[in-house]
């Protein structure tokens, strides 16, 4: 029975010495000592809830930079930082990373710009086109209604006709003459209006032409923005999906190397030695 009760307290003693010992060594272990600095480099001071990928993604604009850190700093472990210690930054790269998404973004600000003033200059077009083709239409209306009046001259010199025929016979001869002179004015103003009339729906018809054209010049300009807008929700659906791996990589602990194990294993074999000789000294003083 005393011997149970030993093996039992030797095993409780190991389990202790085991645990604080891991404990002591992965906290001890993860340390961050910076490189001597340079005037592109600055030093920064880790804070409560930084990592790596965070800290790359604020400054560099890019969290998959993380490992160029260690080109400026010694890491006992990348995965185990602490609020209070300093980190070396590359500022030469930093300028880079953002100069790099600057430039992306003018230039789809650019991009888009010149799309969408031709876009405005395309609505531009198609009103004047529009008005254009108002004018046409009053300009057949005039027409139609110049000729309407002529027909009603025409109804009305054949009333005065019949009104004059008793008159005497040279009278009736210069009414003929002038009625032929009336007809064949008639005749060359109607020759003159379907002329103006076939011109004018000419003109129409091409309008009609143009501002089909200038629709269909107008969607393919909608349809290279929707283009343009879709490029931008890829870029910000990336830039969440890297958030997202940020978010998985926190908590990431290192795992004790080949000698830290030794390390523990002999702490905890020593305080069993030790348990053990005690143990035995007082059972024989007992007895």
Request: net charge negative.
């Amino acid at each position: 029975m005393k011997m149970i009760r030993g093996t039992l307290k030797l095993a409780l003693i190991l389990y202790i010495c085991a645990t604080l010992s891991g404990i002591y060594v992965l906290s001890a272990s993860a340390r961050i000592t910076p490189h001597d600095g340079s005037d592109d480099t600055m030093l920064i001071t880790i804070e409560k809830g930084d990592t790596l990928w965070d800290l790359c993604q604020e400054h560099l604009k890019d969290p998959l930079q993380w490992r160029e850190l260690s080109k400026y700093n010694d890491f006992t472990n990348p995965h185990l930082i602490y609020p209070g210690e300093q980190l070396r930054i590359p500022v030469a790269m930093a300028k880079g990373v953002v100069e790099i998404a600057e430039d992306t973004l003018l230039q789809q600000q650019q991009e888009l710009k010149g799309l969408k003033a031709k876009l405005d200059a395309a609505e531009l077009e198609r009103g004047k086109l529009e008005a254009d083709m108002r004018a046409r239409n009053k300009e057949l209306a005039d027409l139609t209604e110049q000729l309407s009046k002529l027909q009603a001259q025409l109804e009305s010199a054949g009333k005065v006709e019949e009104d004059i025929a008793g008159f005497k016979a040279d009278q009736e001869k210069a009414i003929a003459g002038l009625k032929a002179d009336q007809e064949k004015a008639i005749a060359g103003l109607e020759n003159q209006i379907s002329e103006k009339t076939d011109e004018t729906k000419q003109k129409v018809e091409s309008v009609i032409v143009g501002l089909k054209a200038t629709d269909e010049h107008i969607a393919t300009l909608q349809a290279d923005v929707k283009t343009l807008l879709a490029q931008v929700e890829t870029n910000q659906k990336a830039i969440n999906e890297a958030k997202m791996m940020l978010k998985d990589a926190q908590g990431v602990h290192e795992e004790p190397s080949t000698s830290k194990r030794a390390l523990v294993f002999l702490t905890t074999a020593a305080a069993g030695i030790g348990w053990f000789v005690m143990n035995a000294i007082g059972g024989r003083s007992g007895e």
